[in-house]
């Protein structure tokens, strides 16, 4: 009988590894002031490549995607009235650098954590009063874009954002491991709601863009007891001093990318059982 055993080496393991993230994502902004959650969560999924570069330090980079939502109906009680909402789905490319606690090559679990530079887009909806599917961007809700307000700049749906991370992960085997991560992301706009600042002058939206953006910029008038009476110019609708986050939070599997070669070259090859490290 051989009797398979796993065998770390004391020696720092410098493999690549490839991992797949699955979890819940979710947004901070004007319509969800609060941190995560999982009431508003969606489904969220990525891959992320790891290079060690020490027994410390580990290069990190990958991609994600996943969907975002939130509504003034669940917000916080003074913020309800509004009654605004937004969709929005998210695919982002990072790249971090990630610090390990403990030495995995004297045991199997360790936390980390990580920090680095992303680039995301996203692209804003709603349903209208039809339940039409309607882009709010291409809407100057709040006069982006338009002569008459030039502080008032589009925003761009391509940004940047700074992730911060924390996770642990187990070793299973020599070549696989098991993980928990949640981390954050630190937008550098206040647009991935459509809201940030103020309500503009109803009649110079209207002729700009027509009776939709009207209708979707201020939506107090659809709910009961709501005000029926569009608001002045300069009334406040977001917090422009603040700008959006969005996070992830899930479980991560992860394998060396040379156990992956070794799998496919040993195929039919009975070389193959010495990548077990059964003793001879």
């Not at 990190?60 to 109906?73: H, M, P, Q």
């Not at 030495?103 to 992303?118: K, L, N, V």
């Not at 709603?126 to 502080?151: A, C, F, I, M």
Request: charged letters at 20%; glycine letters at 8%.
């Amino acid at each position: 009988l051989c009797i398979c055993q796993l065998s770390f080496s004391q020696e720092q393991d410098k493999s690549a590894t490839i991992s797949l993230f699955t979890g819940a994502m979710n947004y901070q902004g004007d319509l969800n002031p609060n941190s995560f959650t999982f009431k508003n969560s969606n489904f969220a999924a990525g891959l992320t490549i790891r290079k060690p570069l020490n027994r410390w330090f580990t290069l990190r980079g990958g991609i994600n995607i996943g969907k975002i939502e939130a509504a003034d109906r669940n917000n916080r009680d003074y913020l309800k009235q509004r009654n605004l909402s937004f969709y929005s789905s998210i695919k982002e490319a990072y790249l971090g650098l990630e610090v390990t606690i403990l030495d995995m090559s004297a045991g199997r679990f360790t936390p980390y954590i990580y920090g680095g530079i992303a680039v995301f887009q996203f692209n804003p909806w709603t349903n209208d009063r039809n339940g039409v599917k309607t882009y709010l961007k291409p809407l100057s809700t709040e006069g982006q874009g338009l002569p008459q307000y030039p502080k008032q700049k589009e925003y761009n749906l391509t940004q940047l954002s700074l992730p911060l991370g924390i996770g642990a992960k187990f070793a299973v085997s020599e070549n696989f491991s098991i993980g928990i991560e949640f981390n954050q992301r630190k937008s550098f706009t206040d647009y991935i709601d459509d809201v940030s600042s103020n309500y503009v002058d109803v009649n110079i939206l209207r002729q700009a863009k027509g009776n939709k953006a009207v209708e979707l910029a201020f939506r107090e008038n659809e709910i009961p007891q709501g005000r029926l009476l569009y608001p002045a110019h300069g009334e406040q609708r977001g917090t422009p001093s603040e700008m959006d986050w969005y996070y992830f939070f899930g479980l991560s599997s992860e394998i060396k990318l040379n156990a992956i070669s070794n799998l496919f070259g040993n195929s039919g090859n009975k070389k193959g059982i010495a990548s077990q490290r059964c003793p001879r």
